[in-house]
T-cell receptor
Framework: DAGVIQSPRHEVTEMGQEVTLRCKPI?????LFWYRQTMMRGLELLIY????????DSGMPEDRFSAKMPNASFSTLKIQPSEPRDSAVYFC??????????????FGQGTRLTVV | SQQGEEDPQALSIQEGENATMNCSYK?????LQWYRQNSGRGLVHLIL?????REKHSGRLRVTLDTSKKSSSLLITASRAADTASYFC????????FGTGTRLQVFP
């Protein structure tokens, strides 16, 4: 397997524009996570899915953020409208089972988002 | 909010020396994991220690866990320049929460 694949790797957009980040998890993994990393706040869990169903979105900062997982092999994180403070590296990760089952997470290479 | 806090925030050592990083966490856990992040890359899993384990080894890595103190340590022995990276601990039950990380610089 090629691992968790994220696209695009870099995104530069103007404030107010819609941004869509994409993720393909490892085949067979039941859990998918979206994290955001900034210097100020570190790694923050935004939302996670189990079997394509959103389980916990308490980390989603605002209504401008939304995430979907239409099938087991694809997820999107959308920001509409984008703001400069959304600039960060966004990571997608997947795992075979929940942390309760003592499994590890596999991370994608991240999408570096810059909102100007 | 972050579950784990690493200490120190930054560490600089020479090749061949040992590097020790510490992690403290707040709530009860099922396991504690350590990850490495090279600059501009995603996180890579290093080692997992279960809540009923006290010590675990993997190659040059040694992890300890003290649930009574809610703390863990990661020891990298005989460090190499290639070990230069940020190291994070992560804990959780239903969701994995990462600490603030330790930036390790190993000079040749």
């Amino acid at each position: 397997d090629a691992g968790v694949i994220q696209s695009p790797r870099h995104e530069v957009t103007e404030m107010g524009q819609e941004v869509t980040l994409r993720c393909k998890p490892i085949s067979g993994h039941d859990y998918l996570f979206w994290y955001r990393q900034t210097m100020m706040r570190g790694l923050e869990l935004l939302i996670y899915f189990n079997n394509n169903v959103p389980i916990d979105d308490s980390g989603m900062p605002e209504d401008r953020f939304s995430a979907k997982m239409p099938n087991a092999s694809f997820s999107t994180l959308k920001i509409q409208p984008s703001e400069p403070r959304d600039s960060a590296v966004y990571f997608c990760a997947s795992s075979l089972a929940s942390w309760v089952m003592n499994t590890e997470a596999f991370f994608g290479q991240g999408t570096r988002l810059t909102v100007v | 909010s972050q579950q784990g806090e690493e200490d120190p925030q930054a560490l600089s050592i020479q090749e061949g020396e040992n590097a020790t990083m510490n992690c403290s966490y707040k709530t009860s856990i099922n396991n504690l994991q350590w990850y490495r992040q090279n600059s501009g890359r995603g996180l890579v899993h290093l080692i997992l220690i279960r809540s009923n384990e006290r010590e675990k080894h993997s190659g040059r890595l040694r992890v300890t866990l003290d649930t009574s103190k809610k703390s863990s340590s990661l020891l990298i022995t005989a460090s190499r320049a290639a070990d230069t990276a940020s190291y994070f601990c992560a804990t959780g039950t239903d969701k994995l929460i990462f600490g603030t990380g330790t930036r390790l610089q190993v000079f040749p």
